[in-house]
């Protein structure tokens, strides 16, 4: 899996937006330090999992379409975006490690 890292409060805000699949083909977004995220302005849908400090995902959307003003897990401290798939994805519970 290839994972793009989004740190800066520009990267982190702006997530997916403005990006499409065919771009993207494959590739999973972590957003660092982020508890929230929204799909308003996406074209396409996109499959989620909100990740704790331990790395255990916490709560996992599959195909959540555009237009969600807004998607909460207080307790992540990161979350992976991808564009929606119906390839493997992370289910609550799962865990994702990342060494960096």
Request: glycine residues 8%; positive net charge; aromatic residues 10%.
């Amino acid at each position: 899996m290839i994972v793009n890292l989004a740190q800066t409060y520009f990267q982190r805000a702006k997530g997916l937006l403005g990006l499409d699949s065919s771009v993207f083909n494959g590739k999973v977004l972590l957003i660092t330090n982020c508890k929230s995220i929204h799909t308003i302005g996406m074209k396409e849908s996109i499959d989620v999992a909100f990740i704790a400090k331990d790395g255990m995902v916490l709560k996992s959307v599959r195909n959540l379409k555009p237009g969600v003003p807004i998607i909460l897990c207080k307790k992540a401290c990161c979350v992976l975006e991808r564009f929606a798939s119906n390839k493997n994805w992370y289910n609550a519970g799962d865990y994702f490690f990342l060494n960096l």
